[in-house]
């Protein structure tokens, strides 16, 4: 059974830094690009970043651009959201999800495997 666990959300002030996991059971961790999307309360499901197979491309969208960095470390089967700066904007429940794509893939849809989600606060 896939299982992908994410770890690291809380409640953070305005200006302030959480770094998010996420542990993948998938096997081979390298055949899956990965992706984390965010949902805030009434909102649909949107996309934050995504990484491909090999670390080797990156996208944000464009809210997060220079605040978040979105890495993996294919040995620890682990993908990582950096968040810096953060915002009340920002606060939701964070999701990453798997697939299994050569490339970046931004469309929640798309996705074949989602974590259970980890909240992030930023209080003004």
């Known amino acids: 059974q896939v299982q992908l666990v994410e770890s690291g959300g809380g409640l953070v002030q305005t200006g302030g830094s959480l770094r998010l996991s996420c542990a993948a059971s998938l096997r081979p961790f390298s055949s899956y690009a990965m992706g984390w999307f965010r949902q805030a309360p009434g909102e649909e499901r949107v996309f934050v970043a995504a990484?491909?197979?090999?670390?080797?491309?990156?996208r944000y969208a464009d809210s997060v651009k220079g605040r978040f960095t979105i890495s993996r470390v294919i040995a620890k089967n682990t993908v990582y959201l950096q968040m810096n700066s953060l915002k009340p904007k920002d606060t939701a429940v964070y999701y990453c999800a798997a697939v299994g794509s050569v490339g970046l893939v931004t469309t929640p849809r798309l996705y074949n495997y989602w974590g259970q989600g980890t909240q992030v606060t930023v209080s003004s």
């Open positions: 990484i491909n197979r090999s670390g080797g491309f990156i």
